[in-house]
């Protein structure tokens, strides 16, 4: 019998990563291989919500996805979890419009205590999360009654330190040929060792056309994610030569450790790239070399280190008032006022902004309207103040905010079109003059609350002011009130692709949040504003990353310097 020590110490709630691989999918294209991306989705408050999903894998039956999903794990809840591949043939935000390749339920239990492979030695617990190794559930995957393949998770707790990045620029010279009429279109797949002798695949650059001696981009991995914060783990780095069929050809691959490749800050490092399969001919030397320009490691500011520091959240909200959300005098309009209970206007004003409030000091909000025709003179306008005071449009707080749209109903005669782009480049103005004041400091950004009724009139331009926006300190968030079509509104909310202008510019990064309210009638308004501000912390911090900012007191981490990163 096992003799066991005290107990350790364990949070109820810690962080894990999952990462998926499946076999032997179900085919979902007639002509060619599916192109399968999971989506990860949790039961919360009794309704499946996503909380993740992968990147899309091109052209194979038996896909190994990068992207792993964050989940937080607690002990002392069943956590039902379900699994589902999608056959995804173009990019969209619900994957339910996609073919449907299989599904699996478990808890996140269950993928906890599976197999285990050890990165380190075990201690055995009566507590579930106690190990730290990465652990591995293999079930079958079903479409409807019928197996479809299999599913492979690998769960691993995030221990240590998870917001330090490693920067990583590799290139290849005289690299083996492989394609009959050209050269090789490579790539680099990085995969940790599991521990047990499999590797589990972490990162894939991006393939370069028609060359033998490419010189990759440089990107950013977590530590976590690259080698668990362990600088001993062995890490396989393999370059294979991409093919649009799936079939990507190995050229050669090496081993490494993040001890070894921390050594190229002073000195570039370089292997050689061998084919296992080559190994055995004669006079075989390698199929060529892999050098490591540059590395460098650094920590990621967390959104809690720029809110510390200064930064002030700049809240903005914007009120559609066009004729489609019907006569506010009637009770089938969404501006309609009732003694006992408050329009969807109101609850998505209150629940997003009594969250938004408490990071702007001085509690003065610009409030503004569009799409109506405002007093004295009946002019259309798509960008004015919900007080009428063009030279002070705050309000002081949310119940401020709410006396004006409650007044300004009052007086203006509901209009349109729905066009939205006058009211995000009013806000953007502003977030530009904030950025060319605080281009070494994190002091001012912006976020803009939309609540809208429906489909956009001019989404050409609102396109090209989101682009623009996206270079700026500036969030937008989007909730629909009503039971209209927003399709349109998922398009905008580019989880799957960043926007581009109608010039070709592309988004910078991705900075629209959006949410239907209907889904969040029954629950508590904490949950919607949670669901509406999940994405601004990450924005915030993205945006500031890019441009190299610092927070105005960044906590000090020796020999970890955060570069611009285009």
């Known amino acids: 019998m096992a003799q066991f020590g005290p107990p350790v110490q364990t949070s109820l709630v810690t962080r894990v990563s999952l990462s998926f691989s499946c076999k032997g999918l179900w085919n979902g294209d007639i002509l060619s291989k599916s192109d399968s991306a999971i989506q990860v989705m949790m039961e919360c408050g009794g309704k499946w919500t996503e909380v993740g999903r992968t990147e899309v894998i091109k052209n194979s039956l038996n896909p190994e996805f990068t992207e792993s999903v964050e989940v937080d794990y607690r002990f002392e809840e069943v956590q039902k979890m379900k699994f589902i591949v999608y056959d995804v043939d173009e990019a969209v935000e619900d994957l339910s419009q996609q073919v449907l390749l299989g599904d699996m339920d478990c808890s996140l239990a269950q993928v906890s205590m599976s197999t285990v492979h050890t990165h380190a030695t075990i201690i055995e617990s009566f507590y579930v999360f106690q190990i730290v190794s990465a652990r591995t559930l293999t079930e079958e995957i079903h479409l409807g009654e019928f197996p479809a393949g299999t599913m492979n998770i690998t769960a691993e707790e995030i221990v240590g330190s998870s917001n330090v990045e490693v920067m990583l620029q590799f290139e290849g010279q005289h690299l083996d040929k ?6 090789s279109d490579p790539y680099l797949e990085i ?5 047990d002798g499999t590797f589990l695949p972490v990162h894939r650059t991006p393939h370069i056309d028609n060359t033998l001696d490419p010189k990759w981009k440089p990107f950013n991995i977590s530590l ?3 080698c668990a914060n362990n600088y001993d783990i062995r890490l396989k780095i393999a370059c294979y030569d991409y093919d649009d069929d799936g079939g990507h050809d190995l050229i050669g691959e090496f081993y490494t450790t993040m001890a070894e490749m ?13 084919n296992p399969k080559k190994q055995k001919k004669k006079g075989y030397k390698n199929s060529g070399i892999i050098l490591l320009n540059s590395i460098q490691t650094y920590k990621v500011p967390s959104f809690l280190d720029y809110i510390m520091g200064g930064c002030q959240i700049n809240f903005t909200v914007g009120i559609d008032f066009t004729a489609s959300n019907g006569n506010p005098t009637q009770p089938s309009s969404l501006h309609y006022f009732q003694s006992y ?12 902004g009594e969250v938004c409030q408490d ?8 409030a503004l309207g569009y799409g109506c025709k405002i007093p004295p003179n009946g002019q259309i306008s798509f960008e004015f103040p919900l007080n009428f005071n063009p030279t002070n449009p705050y309000c002081h707080g949310i119940p401020d905010i709410i006396a004006a749209y409650q007044n300004c109903v009052r007086q203006i005669e509901l209009y349109g079109p729905t066009n939205v782009a006058p009211i995000i480049n009013h806000v953007a103005r ?12 994190a002091s001012n950004y912006f976020i803009l609350l939309l609540i809208t009724d429906g489909v956009i009139s001019d989404i050409t331009d609102t396109v090209t002011a989101i682009v623009n926006a996206s270079y700026l300190p500036m969030s937008l ?11 349109q509104m998922n398009f905008l909310d580019c989880d799957e692709g960043l926007l581009k202008a109608r010039n070709g510019t592309e988004a910078l990064r991705d900075i629209v949040q959006f949410v239907p309210f209907r889904d969040y009638r029954q629950v508590a308004p904490a949950e919607l504003a949670k669901a509406v501000l999940a994405e601004v912390p990450k924005q915030v911090v993205d945006y500031y990353i890019k441009k190299g900012i610092q927070p105005n007191t960044p906590p000090h981490i020796p020999n970890m310097q955060m570069p611009t990163i285009s």
């Open 224 to 226: 976590q994610k690259l």
């Open 359 to 366: 990071y702007d000091t001085d509690k003065m909000f610009p």
């Open 178 to 183: 492989k394609d009959v009429f050209s050269l």
């Open 262 to 274: 921390a050594t190229a800050e002073t000195l570039k490092l370089q292997w050689e790239c061998i």
């Open 341 to 352: 209970e408050p329009n969807e206007y109101v609850k998505a004003l209150s629940a997003v």
């Open 477 to 487: 968030i989007i909730v629909g009130v009503g039971d209209a079509d927003f399709s």
């Open 430 to 441: 502003f977030a530009d003059a904030a950025a060319k004041n605080q281009q070494y400091a």
């Open 191 to 195: 995969s940790k060792d599991r521990g």
